[in-house]
């Protein structure tokens, strides 16, 4: 009985781990946008959803145990973001020519979800952005979330991506 107990024990802590493992994905690779047919055609993804919102066209993701970085290269250059896994807030600078935005940023696990909520100020006018990342079918899945330019209800987007 013991013996029983024991081996019951140990596939229960093999089982924790594998969901534990599968609780928090590795977005590591370069992915780029999969076209969506539904979008409008003003940029194929309804106007300016493509480029610094969401990951842009294409991104390349580093991660390890405590970091997530991203890098997209837009008409504007090469942007990096770095963010701490753990919860604690990180700071990123973009840079657009001569005009500079600090964003602080908090990245959270949902379940096998990252959620990555930014704040900003530009031009005097304080914003927040919510970045979702999952992994869905082999493809990396990116939901948006930025105000309304009309101060109406925020805007969601959802785009996704394909390994290369």
């Known amino acids: 009985m013991p013996r029983t107990a024991m081996l019951a024990g140990v596939i229960a802590a093999i089982l924790t781990g594998s969901v534990l493992a599968q609780g928090t994905p590795n977005f590591s690779g370069t992915w780029t946008l999969v076209p969506d047919a539904n979008a409008p055609a003003a940029g194929g993804r309804g106007g300016r959803g493509g480029g610094m919102m969401g990951l842009g ?12 970085t ?3 290269t837009t008409q504007a250059g090469e942007f990096k973001s770095l963010y701490n896994l753990d919860g604690s807030k990180s700071t990123n600078t ?7 935005i600090e964003q ?10 990252l959620v990555i909520t930014t704040t900003a100020n530009f031009q005097g006018n304080a914003f ?5 990342l999952s992994l869905e079918g082999g493809n990396l899945v990116i939901e948006f979330t930025r105000p309304d ?3 109406g209800t925020p805007i ?8 290369n």
Do not use: H, N, P
């Open 57 to 68: 066209q294409q991104a390349t993701v580093a991660q390890d145990a405590k970091t997530l």
């Open 70 to 72: 991203v890098t997209r």
């Open 94 to 100: 973009l840079t657009f020519g001569e005009t500079s």
């Open 104 to 113: 602080v940023s908090v990245a959270k696990w949902d379940g096998a979800r």
């Open 128 to 132: 927040e952005t919510t970045l979702r």
């Open 149 to 151: 330019q009309g101060g």
């Open 156 to 163: 969601t987007t959802k785009q996704t991506y394909k390994k």
